[in-house]
């Protein structure tokens, strides 16, 4: 900046650069600490669907574990009354022969008597209830142990179901189906089923609990939303934003600098002029040259400055608005700046013509030039001045200075004439 250099310019720059300042930083402040909604939280919602979904073949396993103790004594009394041998029970001797009391062997003696043969038929049909929760049971236990650990107490019996619920089921023949039917007895003939009764009951009612727990969990749980994606990443939404109110500051500082110098080039050489007795031509230049407008873009400062502050007040969750917001608010902010200037037209024409006369201190007074335009016809006597040739436009004003000068003295006379009592001349 220099001497040429507007007070306006320099006001309306720092207006601008302390509304930038304050505007970007509640709006970077508001985009880095914005959260997202609070909504039900999804996982506590999935883990108590889950946790509910597991009680049901809870309680199918607490109850396969009731029905094997009833199968187990259902199917040891079929096996008795079908001849089956007991589990672990040796194969019944046959019966000596009869003897005389001389242990002789007597003559036409009739045969001993042949053992009963086991009813094979229908040995499978009394055994399938018992492998069915067999069947059932075995895919219990992962889970059960899993949730309450392994019992000491239980173990053989779960190692017992394993194996029945491994058996193949046989097929048609009646031997087959005995042979089926007797291995199934003697693995959960004599097992402690109680105790895997018991760990079934105790997994269902930890399965239920657990299931309670989730549900009020889950109506109570809240997270917060994530933030959308938009085209930019959020750090990079923020810095594309805070630099383009950066570049727009950086616009308008060197708008103002270009015009200071620009009116430094264009006024210290007509300095000469007045030397060599052109005086009119320097006060012709600083009338044309007060005429311009303000130079640098306070308005696209500001409006960019305001557009991201409000994109940022309203809508800070989606960061790619803050940079619409911005650019939107450049050209809001041009245009606002451009509409303001034609208002203004050239209502600030004397007092930045006066502001320049302090700078350059011509030889023809301003204050001469100024007292020749009337009131309101100041943009008509601006485009008159810059219509003439550099020349003319001299001795325009030198004219003008100089009728200026003459109503000035020839009020002072007329003033002198009436304090002494005398006409005043003409």
């Not at 889950?50 to 607490?62: G, L, T």
């Not at 008159?384 to 436009?393: N, V």
Request: some cysteine; glycine content about 8%; proline content about 8%.
């Amino acid at each position: 900046m220099n001497e040429y250099t507007r007070r306006e310019e320099v006001r309306a720059t720092f207006i601008a650069s302390a509304i930038l300042v304050l505007c970007i930083a509640v709006a970077v402040l508001r985009l880095v600490t914005v959260e997202g909604r609070l909504i039900p939280d999804p996982g506590a919602r999935r883990q108590a669907e889950e946790s509910e979904a597991r009680v049901a073949p809870a309680r199918a396993c607490a109850l396969a574990g009731e029905k094997l103790i009833v199968e187990i004594d259902l199917f040891k009394a079929a096996a008795k009354s079908a001849r089956m041998p007991d589990p672990g029970q040796a194969p019944p001797a046959p019966p000596p022969p009869a003897t005389t009391t001389k242990g002789r062997a007597p003559r036409n003696a009739p045969p001993p008597p042949k053992p009963k043969e086991p009813d094979k038929q229908g040995a499978w049909a009394s055994a399938q209830p018992l492998y069915k929760q067999a069947k059932t049971l075995a895919g219990c236990r992962e889970a059960t142990e899993a949730l309450l650990g392994a019992r000491v107490s239980a173990i053989p019996a779960w190692e017992a179901i394993v194996k029945a619920a491994a058996i193949t089921p046989p097929g048609a023949a009646e031997a087959e189906q005995f042979e089926a039917a007797k291995q199934l007895l003697s693995l959960l003939g004599d097992i402690p089923a109680d105790k895997v009764a018991q760990a079934t009951k105790d997994a269902e009612a930890a399965f239920k609990a657990s299931a309670e727990r989730d549900r009020e969990r889950a109506l109570t749980a809240m997270v917060r939303e994530a933030l959308p994606q938009g085209v930019f990443s959020r750090r990079v939404a923020v810095s594309v934003g805070v630099g383009l109110t950066v570049c727009a500051l950086f616009i308008s500082y060197l708008g103002v600098r270009a015009a200071s110098m620009r009116r430094l080039a264009t006024l210290l050489p007509l300095r000469d002029a007045v030397r060599s007795g052109r005086p009119g031509m320097q006060a012709a230049e600083i009338l044309k040259t007060a005429a311009a407008h303000n130079s640098g873009e306070p308005g696209l400062v500001i409006g960019a400055a305001i557009g991201g502050f409000s994109a940022a007040l309203l809508a800070p969750r989606d960061a790619d608005l803050f940079v619409a917001g911005v650019m939107a608010g450049l050209l809001i902010g041009l245009g606002a700046q451009w509409a303001f200037r034609l208002a203004l037209g050239a209502g600030r024409w004397r007092a930045r013509t006066t502001e320049l006369a302090e700078v350059e201190k011509p030889a023809i007074p301003i204050v001469l030039v100024l007292s020749g335009v009337k009131p309101g016809l100041e943009l008509e006597f601006i485009q008159f001045l810059r219509s003439l040739p550099p020349t003319d436009a001299a001795a325009a004003v030198e004219k003008l200075a100089s009728q200026a000068e003459e109503r000035i003295l020839a009020a002072a006379d007329a003033g002198a004439a009436l304090t002494q009592g005398k006409p005043p001349p003409g």
